[in-house]
């Protein structure tokens, strides 16, 4: 397959899976309002866990919820809208090797979110709205697993979607921690709430309910999102799973050992480091720059090969 | 919907409907299915049909403000018909044509006999902006060098059909017409059992046949390409159908490179992977910046290298442009006499060359009721409509003839048929052309039918999508027997 299209392939699995991640961290993020106190710093959070505050801070004075919202329905940097038109430009180069399907779904994702901002903003649409988001991403997912054979273009859209999970996984926990360093008057019941919140984020309350028998506390959720060897959205999980895709792939000596370096730092993180916030900090700083550094690895091995 | 207040525009030829306002012999089925539909029921079919495009997402792509802009498809539900007796004399027609002009263009590059028997005047060839000095001597596969050819039919007031041009270069349009008869089977699937529409779904496979067997390597799956300039490029929606539908990789410039063996290979992940058939879809200036253009960031330095050593077919050839020039267009009969002794089947629109000094005379004189037409630009650019231009323009234009002759051919203005078409709830009579495609390699091929391109804009004779132009299903209907023998008696 052509290393282009291999890149563009790879690149659509990250698009759609920080589309999915965005619509769900927002519809989260709204019901974990009406739990917390009005002053709560929720929606600052929101920007920080994409990344781009500058790009906020240019166009916004203030994190409130409707621009908070705004920004990620619409900016140009992070936005559902900006995620989609990429992974739909790279669909659009690449849409020969997926099923028809996922084309179709592609472009029906495009009309909703060519939509007024206001199905967005609007409290009372927006959960209708941000759920026929999350859906038709799933679909696009189940086409894609459904019928797509097994073979590198399969593995390369893989790659992308499991680097792109760990990534926000890493993100989520990050911002959380930060929240707590500076908030330590926050009450324990509000800080259970916000560690649930951190969960739903992720889809991954029922799964860690199932797994952790203890009351929601931080160091479990912490350990279970970054180490647990099950949950498809877990750090391990997903470094796990993008070793098992590059032993697919030709010429994977380079990219296997770069995997193979976040797994090993990520299972290191101790009980002593999940205790201590600015420690924590640290180690998910660490894994992410591993975590990069795959990316760089496939770029070596497969996209840009002189 | 009455067909007697269909509203038929005087002297013009409809395609479906007489002067005297009955459905024309064999389309009966549907004539009938009209007149039982009200506007509820073709607006319905609308709908669906306009549902149908955005979700298999045709469009075509305009590219503005640094983005891509995705326009759907222009679409009207009405489809043409033409009866498959009178479409098998065009299909002989197109495939007499498609060989006398690939023979004509190794003529050009190999020995030029035509021009030393004095059939075509040899300075037509030396000025022309397509011919390419890096082809002479070249032969490639069955002395074929336009594989892939859309050619313009239009239907004047007495229903003749006339060939407009032969697109030789890289002539688009075909995933359109696969498309619309897609939604025509999503919105009237029974009228198209009922007419027995010829299919035309075969086109990737006979395209990938063809280029196939332009291979230089002679191997069971030889490695074809399509070689796009990307997603920026109008087309690039076809380019990308027509790369699925084939099963054949889709690649940018940037995707190949001629390795010093003078072969090209692709970038794969498993590394250089060596490539036999380029299907190009980027004009010949683009194609190799080590002998053409050198600012072309589409091509592939040193792609002319491999195709001269004869290790890479690219289908159109290099230099075919020399063929697709609308002075050469009007020796195209005379070509069909001189290489095929045959008298040729389709006749060309009458033509004035400019540089005749009779025939630039007669233009000179007549210019208010002729078109007249740059030599070597495509898509209706330059062109001057005399009655409809400013005494101004009227000027200017005869001075430049006189100055540059070669540059110029003259045509009467011919009525284009029309079709009935869905506008504003009516049937209203718009003007239509028709681009069926021909194949050629080991064996050639004629598509059982075409775009029909249509001029939405009352009066208009403009069809080309980009200034408001639409299309329509084209379907050659099997002639029904019954029905034409029931009008006789």
Same mark, same amino acid.
């Given at each position: 397959m052509l290393s282009r299209v291999a890149e563009r392939l790879y690149w659509f699995g990250r698009y759609m899976e920080r589309t999915e991640n965005i619509a769900r961290l927002i519809a989260v993020y709204s019901n974990l309002l009406l739990d917390l106190p009005k002053s709560a710093f929720i929606w600052d959070s929101l920007v920080k866990i994409t990344g781009f505050e500058s790009e906020f801070e240019d166009r916004f004075a203030a994190a409130s919820e409707r621009n908070v919202v705004k920004f990620l329905f619409d #900016?140009?940097?992070?936005?559902l809208r900006a995620t989609t038109r990429q992974a739909r430009e790279n669909a659009r180069t690449t849409r020969d090797l997926m099923p028809n399907e996922v084309w179709e779904k592609m472009n029906e994702l495009h009309y909703l979110l060519a939509a007024d901002v206001s199905k967005c903003i609007n409290r009372n649409r927006r959960h209708t709205f941000l759920s026929e988001i999350i859906d038709l991403c799933l679909e696009l997912n189940g086409y894609l697993n459904g019928s797509m054979s097994r073979k590198s273009p399969y593995y390369f859209l893989k790659l992308g979607r499991n680097i792109e999970r760990a990534d926000m996984t890493t993100r989520v926990i990050d911002v959380a921690c930060l929240n707590l360093i500076g908030l330590t008057k926050i009450q324990e019941a509000q800080d259970n709430i916000l560690w649930m919140g951190v969960l739903q984020s992720l889809n991954a309350h029922q799964m860690y309910r199932q797994q952790v028998q #203890?009351?929601?506390?931080d160091v479990d959720v912490v350990d279970f999102l970054l180490k647990d060897e099950h949950f498809p959205r877990s750090v391990g999980y997903c470094i796990s799973d993008v070793t098992r895709s590059i032993k697919h792939?030709?010429?994977?000596t380079l990219a296997l050992r770069a995997a193979r370096r976040v797994k090993r730092i990520t299972t290191k993180v101790s009980t002593d480091v999940l205790l201590d916030s600015e420690q924590l900090h640290a180690s998910i700083d660490d894994i992410q720059e591993k975590l990069s550094a795959v990316h760089s690895s496939l770029l070596q091995s497969w996209f840009r090969t002189s | 919907m009455d067909l007697k207040d269909y509203r038929l525009s005087d002297g013009l030829y409809d395609e479906l409907v007489t002067q005297s306002g009955r459905g024309r012999i064999g389309f009966g089925e549907l004539s009938k299915f009209l007149r039982k539909s009200d506007a509820a029921s073709l607006n319905q079919k609308k709908a669906a049909a306009e549902l149908a495009i955005k979700t298999l997402g045709i469009s075509f792509t305009v590219y503005s403000d640094g983005e891509n802009i995705d326009r759907q498809w222009p679409f009207d539900i009405i489809p043409r018909l033409i009866q498959e007796a009178e479409w098998r004399r065009i299909e002989s027609g197109l495939k007499q044509r498609l060989k006398a002009l690939n023979c004509f263009i190794t003529d050009v590059y190999n020995g030029r006999n035509i021009i030393k028997d004095g059939i075509v005047p040899g300075d037509i060839i030396q000025s022309s902006k397509d011919y390419r000095p890096e082809c002479e001597g070249m032969r490639p596969k069955f002395d074929v060098w336009a594989h892939i050819c859309g050619t313009d039919l239009i239907r004047d007031a007495d229903g003749t059909v006339y060939v407009l041009e032969d697109n030789l270069r890289v002539p688009s349009g075909v995933s359109y017409m696969l498309e619309n008869r897609n939604i025509s089977k999503r919105i009237m699937p029974e009228l198209i059992e009922r007419h027995g529409v010829l299919p035309m779904d075969d086109y990737p496979s006979q395209l990938f046949d063809t280029l196939c067997s /332009? &291979?230089?390597?002679? /191997? @069971?799956s030889p490695e074809v390409v399509l070689l796009t300039p990307g997603t920026f490029n109008s087309a690039y929606f076809e380019h990308a159908f027509l790369a699925q539908r084939m099963g054949v990789e889709l690649v940018e410039g940037a995707d190949l490179m001629v390795d010093s063996d003078d072969f090209v290979y692709m970038k794969t992940v498993e590394g250089p992977a060596k490539v036999d058939v380029i299907y190009r879809r980027i004009d010949d200036q683009f194609l190799d910046p080590e002998v053409f253009r050198a600012d072309s960031m589409l091509g592939v330095p040193g792609l002319m290298r491999a195709w001269r050593a004869g290790h890479v077919a690219i289908a159109n050839a290099p230099g075919v442009g020399v063929a697709d020039d609308k002075v050469v267009y009007t020796y195209v009969p005379a070509m069909i006499r001189y290489y095929l002794s045959e008298e040729p089947i389709l006749p060309n629109v009458p033509s004035y060359l400019c540089s005749d000094p009779d025939q630039r005379q007669f233009v000179l004189e007549n210019l208010r009721d002729l078109v007249v037409k740059p030599a070597n630009e495509s898509g209706g650019y330059g062109m001057y409509i005399g009655p409809r231009e400013t005494e101004k323009f009227t000027g200017k234009m005869r001075k430049q003839i006189v100055k540059n002759p070669r540059n110029y051919m003259a045509q009467p203005i011919i009525s284009l048929s029309t079709v009935p078409t869905w506008i504003d709830d009516k049937l209203d009579p718009r003007h239509v052309d028709l681009r069926p495609f021909i194949l050629q390699g080991k064996h050639n091929y004629v598509t059982a039918g075409g775009l029909t391109r249509v001029a939405?804009? @009352?009066? &208009?004779l403009v069809v080309n999508s980009s200034q408001g132009g639409g299309s329509k299903d084209t379907w050659i209907v099997r002639t029904n027997v019954a029905e034409a023998t029931a009008r006789v008696v």
């Open positions: #900016d140009p940097s992070c936005s #203890d009351r929601i506390n792939l030709p010429n994977n | /332009i &291979s230089p390597r002679a /191997i @069971k939405l804009v @009352k009066g &208009s």
